[in-house]
């Protein structure tokens, strides 16, 4: 069973940047794609981003790309997420998910993944 823990959300305003982190622990090694969503209050859970614990790339969604990275450090086992120019409409609870499969860039669909966190609240004022 694998354990996910966020960390890093809170208020801060448009333009700013914050960082938020997801910790893998139990039977982390099952797992090798790690993803970030999010969802807004009234919308569908959204996907932000991936990467996968033994490949070189990153992947990010059409409307964070540019402002938005996914990073690791699989010795820490603990996923990253640095947002940077925050905007207002990026509020919303994100959740770090984990998924058995091999993903790369094929991983925005929601259903791949077994494992989520309990989410973080990330709000951001004008």
């Known amino acids: 069973q694998v354990q996910l823990r966020e960390s890093g959300g809170g208020l801060v305003q448009a333009g700013t940047s914050l960082r938020l982190s997801c910790l893998e622990s139990g039977r982390a090694e099952s797992t090798n794609t790690m993803a970030w969503f999010r969802q807004s209050p009234g919308k569908e859970r959204e996907f932000v981003g991936c990467?996968?614990?033994?490949?070189?790339?990153?992947y990010s969604a059409e409307s964070v790309k540019g402002r938005f990275t996914v990073s690791k450090d699989s010795a820490k086992k603990t996923v990253y997420l640095q947002m940077n120019n925050l905007k207002t409409e990026d509020t919303g609870v994100y959740y770090c998910?984990?998924?058995?499969?091999?993903?790369?860039?094929?991983?925005?669909?929601?259903?791949?993944?077994?494992?989520w966190g309990q989410g973080t609240q990330v709000t951001v004022s004008s």
């Open positions: 998910a984990a998924a058995r499969g091999y993903y790369e860039r094929w991983c925005s669909d929601a259903a791949l993944f077994g494992s």
């Open positions: 990467i996968t614990w033994t490949g070189n790339s990153a």
